[in-house]
């Protein structure tokens, strides 16, 4: 069975670490397979919101990283936590929050968001919701 490369994930140092910085990244063409279906992607977006500590993830090795998703059978509750878990073993972030968001399968969507660490006073929210507003995506239009 294939699996994800989390060894794809690199780092570059955090040049304000002093900082609580609220990282949010989107995906929204993240692919994987249907275990037992490999004829059977599913598509979906994942968003990734974090607060680096010293080092932080360098943008294209995470797309690289999440592209490594698409011949792996795995359900959308493991790789959404998978995804959590590789980021956390990379960087050590102060707080993070992954969120999946799967397209359409049988009439049904599903919703996963797997959390770790705790929001401090200190964290700036976010001022609008990305993963609701993809209009800034071609495709998305």
């Given at each position: 069975?294939t699996?994800?490369?989390?060894?794809?994930?690199?780092?570059?140092?955090?040049?304000?670490?002093?900082?609580?910085?609220?990282?949010?990244i989107?995906?929204?063409?993240?692919?994987?397979?249907?275990?037992?279906?490999?004829?059977?992607?599913?598509?979906?977006?994942?968003s990734?919101?974090?607060?680096?500590?010293?080092?932080?993830?360098?943008?294209?090795?995470?797309?690289?990283?999440?592209?490594?998703?698409?011949?792996?059978?795995?359900?959308?509750?493991?790789?959404?936590?998978?995804?959590?878990e590789?980021?956390?073993?990379?960087?050590?972030?102060?707080?993070?929050?992954?969120?999946?968001?799967?397209?359409?399968?049988?009439?049904?969507t599903?919703?996963?968001?797997?959390?770790?660490?705790?929001?401090?006073?200190?964290?700036?929210?976010s001022?609008?919701?990305?993963?609701?507003?993809?209009?800034?995506?071609?495709?998305e239009?």
């Open positions: 069975m699996s994800a490369n989390p060894e794809a994930l690199e780092l570059v140092e955090n040049e304000y670490p002093e900082r609580n910085t609220r990282v949010e989107v995906s929204p063409e993240f692919t994987c397979l249907c275990p037992g279906k490999r004829d059977q992607p599913d598509f979906g977006t994942i990734i919101e974090y607060v680096p500590d010293e080092t932080i993830v360098e943008l294209k090795s995470l797309k690289y990283y999440l592209v490594s998703y698409r011949d792996v059978e795995i359900y959308h509750e493991p790789a959404t936590n998978q995804i959590l590789d980021i956390v073993e990379a960087c050590e972030p102060r707080w993070i929050r992954v969120t999946g968001q799967f397209n359409v399968r049988g009439g049904i599903t919703d996963v968001v797997v959390e770790e660490g705790e929001l401090t006073d200190g964290i700036p929210e001022q609008t919701n990305r993963t609701e507003d993809l209009s800034r995506i071609p495709s239009k």
